[in-house]
């Protein structure tokens, strides 16, 4: 097949996310997900022509993850030598101050990806081990890291700064730089297609709600503000993530409690959310318990729902002309009822849904607001994968 395919690679500390994506169509003819990496049964489940299979086997490493995935291609199809294959496309988390934009990963780039591990101490070495397996089994093709901070490097320093010594940001890196940019990039062309205005002229607040969940407001195609900081724990309230907090919460819980700092960014980053609040991380089930009469859904419900209008509401004062509200990712594009409560009683900024379509289930991108509204709400379904593929096959020409 002549047009040209991305492998694209997302390798997590204990699992690989792998999928062949036609970088022009964003279809994918095979994907799948090995986990527990470094146990001793591991299983790849793989999506080909013939829909899923599973083998299981033992996987040292993200090397060996990957000759399990070739051999699923292999097994089961598709072949991919039936394919234009023309790079591997790696998801990076935290490219920091040195990457704005996708590069062709060399030894300095996996230098300066492990030089960047303390801002992302989870995410970064899984990366680099992903990269690493790819490189060692695809020798031969040119690989491609594109990070979830690169949309956010147009931030300015009032946006992207902490009110702390200056040379904390100069000496250390303590900053804001923003997470699931590959999302926001993706998002904010299709949103423009849909409104269909040039992107350079459309401003958008654009909220991916996933298991993690960011706003940014984007400004001509650019990032001008987000929600995540200089980690993917500030903003809004997550499935397991607190969002904002009082930064004096770490001394308190330290001193009062007796609490070590692990265990307290443990709390905040799996603990909490909606997790905390609910007991439960996953939207569905909140909703789920929420319609039960449970208490604690019902209150995870309203802060989620409120911090999230807060957030609309900043992003609109910073943008100052907003053309179009867009919600993204799981909760976002499926859960009708957090795009209605989280912007109802905004009529008077020129915001307002439209009940029946916003109840409208689909897959498609969509607007949801009333003729009247002067501000577009759009439900627009992200795909990163994509999104990587096509910025890897702009990246090689
Ligand atoms: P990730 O951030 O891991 O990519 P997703 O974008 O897939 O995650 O979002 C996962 C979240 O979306 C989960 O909390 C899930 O409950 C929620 N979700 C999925 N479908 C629905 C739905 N129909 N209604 C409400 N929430 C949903």
Redesign the pocket.
């Known amino acids: 097949m002549s047009t040209p395919h991305v492998l694209v690679v997302n390798a997590g500390s204990s699992s690989l996310k792998y999928s062949l994506v036609d970088a022009t169509t964003g279809e994918s003819p095979g994907s799948g997900l090995v986990e527990r990496i470094g146990e001793s049964s591991s299983t790849v489940v793989h999506q080909g022509p013939e829909g899923e299979s599973r083998i299981d086997g033992a996987v040292a490493d993200h090397e060996e993850a990957f000759r399990l995935a070739l051999h699923a291609f292999e097994e089961h199809g598709p072949s991919l030598s039936d394919f234009d294959v023309v790079a591997v496309g790696h998801r990076a988390v935290h490219g920091g101050e040195l990457f704005s934009a996708p590069v062709l990963v060399t030894d300095e780039v996996t230098d300066a990806i492990r030089d960047l591990i303390p801002l992302a101490p989870l995410h970064n070495p899984a990366n680099l081990e992903g990269i690493a397996g790819a490189r060692t089994l695809f020798p031969d093709l040119p690989h491609v890291a594109v990070f979830d901070t690169a949309f956010h490097q147009t931030l300015e320093p009032h946006a992207w700064s902490y009110a702390v010594p200056r040379s904390w940001a100069t000496e250390h890196g303590i900053r804001r730089y923003g997470f699931h940019g590959t999302s926001f990039s993706f998002v904010s062309r299709a949103s423009a297609e849909l409104l269909g205005t040039p992107l350079e002229e459309t401003n958008l607040i654009v909220a991916h709600l ?3 969940a960011s706003v940014a407001a984007i400004h001509g195609g650019r990032s001008v503000e987000t929600s995540m900081g200089l980690t993917p724990l500030e903003g809004l309230v997550m ?1 397991t993530r607190s969002g904002d907090v009082d930064p004096a919460l770490h001394a308190h819980l330290h001193r009062e409690l007796g609490w070590s700092l692990d265990e307290i960014d443990r709390e905040l980053n799996r603990e909490s959310g909606l997790k905390g609040l609910a007991g439960e ?5 909140v ?1 789920r318990l929420r319609e039960e009469g449970d208490e604690g859904a019902g209150l995870a419900f309203d802060v989620y729902v409120h911090r999230l209008r807060k957030y609309v509401g900043a992003y609109y004062a910073v943008l100052g002309r907003v053309d179009a509200i867009v919600f993204t ?3 976002g594009e ?2 009708a009822l957090v795009r209605s409560a989280a912007l109802s009683g905004l009529e008077p900024l020129g915001i307002q849904v439209d009940a029946e379509l916003n109840d409208v289930r689909s897959e498609t991108a969509r607007l949801v607001s009333s003729e009247r509204s002067r501000v577009a709400v759009a439900v627009v379904p992200t795909d990163e994968e994509w999104e990587i593929a096509r910025q890897a096959v702009d990246l090689i020409g």
């Not at 991380?281 to 089930?285: G, H, L, Q, S, V």
């Open positions: 996933g298991n993690g499935g991380n996953d939207f569905r089930e909703l990712g799981g909760v499926n859960a």
